[in-house]
Structure formats: C-alpha cells, structure tokens
C-alpha cells in the first residue's frame, strides 16, 4: 500500500476493512448493527463506506442529514436509513418518498414528519430520542412522556409508526464514568414510560462505537457505531485489541528534495532551524487538504524507512521534512497515517501529537487529495482498485 502511486497525495481506503470490521461488532454484539456512514463515511466516501458496511452484515445506516440519506438511495442501496438531524424547512417529504426514517426529539418535529408524511401518502417511520444526559439531541427526561404521548396517538391514526426508541451516551468513551450508569437508568425509564403508551414493542438503540466494545449493557435491540466501523479504536488504544483494522492510509510523493545548510529557518515564521546542514523534502498537502496547521512541528510520518516529524509550519498546500543525512528522492511516498502495521503512524498518533481525536483527523483530511478504494469485491463500486 505504500508503493508510489499515479497520484500526488491520496487517501486509499480498504473497504474490506470496513466490511470486516462491520462482521466483527456485529458479533461481538450478536445484534443487528446501524452502521454510521455520516459526514462522507467519516472521511472515507458515503457511498463506497456504505456498500462495505452492508457487505459486511450492517442491517441498518445512520446519517445525520437527510441530503446523506438521499445520496445513499440514489446510489441503488435499499436497506433502511435513519437520518437524525432534520430541522426546519427541509424537504421531509424527499426523504419519506424513499423511505428514509426519521428522528424526533419534540412534538413540533413529530407534527413536522407526520404532516409531511400525510403531504405525501407515505406513513412515516420515526425514532423517539430521549436526552439521557448529553444535553444535544434528544426530548428531556421532563419533555420525555408528552412526546411519547403525541407519538402513539399519532401511530393510533396511522399518521406515523414508531420504529425506535433511542438516545446517544456523553462519556461512553470513558468506561466506567458514573454519567453511563445514570444515562442507562434514565433510558430504563424512558422505555418504561413509552411501554406504558404502548410502545413497549419498539426496538431500542443506544451503543455507539465505545459502548458496542465494552458495554453489552447497552445493546438493546441494535448497536449504533460509527468511528469504529472504520477501524479505529474510540478510547484511543490499538484498535487490534478487539480486532478491527483501520481502513485509511493517507500519502503523498515527496515533490523536492534539497540540501541546506545548518540555521536554515524553514516554512513561514521560521519556527523550525536547521540544526546541522540537512536534506528537506516536500511534502504537497497542507492545511486545505485537511492537514491541521497545528501540526506545525509535531505531526508525525513515515518517510525514507524512519519516523519523521513534520518540520515548520503547515502551510496551505505544503510542508516540509528534516530528513537530516538520511536519502531521500522526489517521488518516494510519504505516509502521514495508516493502519500502523507498517511502521507508519496512525490516526490516533497524529491525534495524541496534536491533542485532537482521530474523528476529526479522518472526517476532514481531504481537499484535493484524490480518494483510491481498495476491495476484493471492486465490482461493487466503480472505480475501485482489485487489493493485490
Ligand atoms: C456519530 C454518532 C454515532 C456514532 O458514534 P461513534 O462514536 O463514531 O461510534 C452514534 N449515534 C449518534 C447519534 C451519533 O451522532
């Protein structure tokens, strides 16, 4: 995977790591599983990371907007699809035509969905979200029984059916947190009080990624990951422990090689001096493809055989590396992230260099770096590269 490939800077995706890692939560969990393929896959393409997962065994795909919802069906997947963070003015009926389920936290967005689904002669499935204690989506514990309350009356007259009850953990990723126990109790409750509606029958969803690893308490009747889908471990360890595979390598060909001498200040504001005379590469990705500024002589890669670390700052196309006397030649590749198998630092390293989380590294690195999939199945996606 490291060999020079046609293109400058690339971000090559192994899809069947996704559906591997897909086939391993489900067994973990033994539940049916809600893939989350929200924000392009979390970096790595909507629909590509979608048709994986479901290769994998996914039952169901989570995404946030309903426009994520809508390019999945275009693309010909029919499995169902829960879009989650729908507002004011948007086209519900879009979405119900092509039997996308959504979301509501509050009688006015049941009343928004069920008109929509009247509008359109499309009985609308919805998921009730109760707030446990992340205070973001979700109906409040207090809001809780008059939502449940509006939602059977509506499923009594046909104007929605209500297909889940769910709510999303704030500190999952810290095993053992006290919020998780009280989250949990809050939604034992929640499903007591929507039972008592008539709703006891409705499947309930809570785990995402950190939860789906060590917490069965949470499984209810599907688990929910995201992150850990594409193989990467929420609570930052080696994501191998429970066995999943991260999907993306992030590269680029080295563009200029050259020899400076020592006490040269590389890249703007020179925060970076050449200790001794020294070779510097190239590297052309920077800051509008998603490499953090704040990677600024920290960020790390593997180049030449060796760790390096990015020298100076980044730069909006560009930065550089000391590779001091060791050789290098334009054209050889550079890994900033991997699976890290070899040799190559991972998402989670440049997260700890740049006290970030790697969700935010692989969800944005893109800009003009050109996206390679790689799969045993490449007739699944146009496109796709057969893995050697
Ligand atoms: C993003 C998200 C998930 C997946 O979370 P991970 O930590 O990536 O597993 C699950 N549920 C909701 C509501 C989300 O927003």
Redesign the pocket.
């Known amino acids: 995977m490291h060999t020079s490939g046609p293109d400058r800077a690339e971000i090559i995706i192994d899809l069947d790591a996704i559906a591997d890692n897909v086939a391993t939560l489900k067994a973990r969990a033994q539940r049916p599983l809600m893939a989350?393929v929200?924000a392009d896959g979390y970096g790595h393409g909507l629909v590509p990371s979608a048709l994986a997962a479901v290769r994998g065994g996914a039952d169901m795909l989570?995404v946030?907007v309903i426009e994520e919802a809508l390019a999945l069906r275009e693309a010909g997947i029919g499995v169902p699809v829960l879009a989650?963070l729908t507002g004011s003015g948007e086209d519900l009926t879009a979405a119900l035509i092509r039997d996308v389920s959504l979301s509501a936290s509050s009688i006015w967005m049941l009343e928004e969905i069920a008109a929509a689904g009247q509008a359109c002669g499309h009985v609308a499935q919805v998921h009730l979200k109760v707030d446990t204690g992340l205070s973001r989506?979700g109906a409040h514990m207090s809001d809780w029984p008059d939502l449940v309350a509006a939602a059977a009356a509506a499923q009594d007259v046909g104007q929605v059916r209500v297909a889940g009850i769910w709510t999303?953990f704030a500190y999952a990723d810290t095993p053992g947190h006290p919020t998780i126990g009280v989250q949990l109790a809050g939604f034992n409750e929640a499903v007591e009080t929507a039972a008592r509606d008539g709703l006891g029958d409705v499947p309930k969803h809570v785990a995402?990624?950190?939860a789906t690893l060590t917490l069965p308490d949470a499984y209810y009747d599907m688990v929910?990951?995201?992150?850990?889908v594409y193989g990467l471990d929420?609570m930052g360890g080696d994501p191998a422990a429970y066995g999943l595979r991260p999907a993306m390598t992030v590269q680029a060909a080295v563009t200029l090689v050259k020899r400076v001498p020592q006490g040269s200040g590389v890249s703007y504001g020179h925060e970076y001096t050449t200790s001794r005379p020294s070779t510097l590469a190239l590297i052309p990705v920077g800051y509008a493809d998603g490499i953090p500024r704040n990677a600024t002589n920290v960020g790390p890669l593997w180049l030449g055989g060796a760790r390096r670390t990015i020298a100076g700052r980044v730069c909006m196309d560009q930065f550089v590396v000391d590779m001091g006397d060791d050789p290098v030649q334009a054209g050889e590749t550079a890994v900033l992230w991997g699976p890290g198998t070899a040799g190559e630092p991972t998402a989670q390293d440049w997260a700890t260099a740049l006290g970030t989380i790697h969700?935010e590294l692989v969800s944005r690195v893109g800009g003009r770096m050109v996206r390679r999939y790689l799969s045993s199945v490449p007739d699944e996606l146009p496109g796709a590269v057969r893995r050697s």
């Open positions: 989350v929200k989570g946030t989650w989506g999303h995402n990624s950190a929910r990951p995201g992150i850990a929420p969700y």
